[in-house]
């Protein structure tokens, strides 16, 4: 093993000069300083074990692209940050492949999920015992489609007086309806 004082680039600068032992001692090293990182993101250990070799792997393939001159932990990191990219766009992608479309899902589904349980009609009776000025305002909005601006208008009221009227209106429906 390398002498505990020697650092990661001289480790490097080392074994591209053809030193095994050195090369060893920073390869194991590396593993050291990347596995804590990657055991606290992936939950299965023979994962972390499986993208630290794909990583060490890849150092190994691009160790010629390391200037001497320059520290070597970025580099590595730069490595295994795409490693590790490669690997979650892999394991999502599996994933993927056994997902319901949602054009399926869709097909299943009864009837039309974006009609409501209840429409203007059907609530007629309890709008008509609100007091006038929000009965008139739910009517104007729900069942004849006017906007708030435009209700605001018709009856001589601000545009945020008809909305917290509004408002007000459907708290007390609510309350109703849910009797």
Same mark, same amino acid.
């Given at each position: 093993?390398?002498?505990q004082n020697?650092?990661? $680039? =001289?480790?490097?600068?080392?074994s !591209?000069?053809?030193? *095994?032992?050195?090369? /060893? @001692?920073?390869?194991?090293?590396? /593993? #050291?300083?990347?596995?804590?990182?990657?055991s #606290?993101?992936? /939950?299965? +250990?023979?994962?972390?074990d499986?993208?630290?070799? $794909?990583?060490?792997?890849?150092i190994?393939?691009?160790?010629?692209t390391?200037?001497?001159?320059?520290?070597y932990? +970025?580099? %590595?990191?730069?490595?295994?940050?795409?490693?590790f *990219?490669?690997f979650? #766009? @892999?394991?999502?992608?599996? *994933?993927? #492949?056994?997902a319901?479309?949602?054009?399926e899902? $869709?097909?299943t589904? +009864?009837?039309?999920v974006?009609?409501t349980?209840?429409?203007? &009609?059907?609530?007629?009776a309890?709008?008509?015992?609100? +007091? $006038?000025? *929000?009965?008139?305002?739910?009517? !104007?909005?729900?069942?004849d489609?006017y906007?708030?601006?435009?209700?605001?208008e018709?009856?001589g009221?601000? &545009?945020s %007086?008809?909305?917290? =009227?509004?408002?007000?209106?459907?708290?007390?429906?609510?309350?109703?309806?849910e009797?």
């Open positions: 093993m390398a002498d020697d650092s990661l $680039e =001289a480790l490097m600068r080392r !591209l000069n053809g030193d *095994q032992r050195a090369y /060893s @001692a920073l390869l194991k090293e590396t /593993s #050291r300083l990347l596995r804590p990182y990657f #606290r993101r992936l /939950s299965n +250990p023979s994962e972390v499986d993208l630290i070799q $794909e990583i060490l792997l890849s190994h393939k691009a160790r010629h390391y200037d001497g001159c320059r520290p932990k +970025p580099w %590595a990191w730069a490595i295994a940050k795409f490693r *990219q490669d979650l #766009r @892999a394991h999502y992608a599996d *994933q993927l #492949r056994g319901l479309d949602f054009d899902i $869709e097909e589904l +009864p009837g039309d974006t009609e349980a209840f429409g203007y &009609e059907s609530i007629h309890e709008v008509q015992k609100l +007091p $006038e000025k *929000q009965a008139s305002i739910v009517q !104007l909005m729900h069942q489609g906007t708030a601006k435009e209700v605001a018709k009856m009221m601000n &545009e %007086a008809v909305k917290v =009227a509004a408002h007000r209106a459907y708290k007390v429906l609510k309350k109703m309806l009797k």
